[in-house]
């Protein structure tokens, strides 16, 4: 059974920090390639970082050099450093993993920046 979960999310004031975790099981993590995605209220879900098998990483313009994906293949875990976070960060974070013709979601994790 594939399973995502995801963990790390909270409330965290303006320029603060968090770092998001997503622990996968049930597939080869090694082979996969992994995204965080978020949605916030109204708007469309998302890709944020991009971290391939070999760990050539990707951002999207609004979170380039604040935030950073990495992964640990020996615990299936794959993180999103997530620094100066901004109220627009606010919206939950999701986790992907793509492998093969396949792609798995999480459930998420609610991320909230508020003074």
């Known amino acids: 059974q594939v399973q995502l979960v995801e963990s790390g999310g909270g409330l965290v004031q303006p320029g603060g920090s968090l770092r998001l975790s997503c622990a996968a099981s049930g597939f080869t993590f090694s082979r996969s390639t992994m995204m965080w995605y978020r949605q916030a209220p109204g ?3 998302a890709l944020v970082a991009t ?3 070999i760990g050539n990483t ?3 313009d609004s ?3 604040r935030f ?3 992964r640990d293949n020996a615990k299936n875990t794959v993180y999103l450093q997530m620094n ?4 627009e960060d606010t919206a939950v974070y999701v986790c992907k993993a793509a492998y093969l013709i396949s792609s ?3 459930q998420g994790t609610q991320v909230t920046v508020s003074s």
């Open 58 to 60: 990707n951002y999207a």
């Open 51 to 53: 971290i391939t098998t």
């Open 63 to 65: 979170v380039k050099g």
């Open 84 to 87: 100066s976070l901004k109220p």
């Open 43 to 45: 708007k469309e879900r």
């Open 104 to 106: 798995y979601w999480g």
């Open 68 to 70: 950073t994906i990495s």
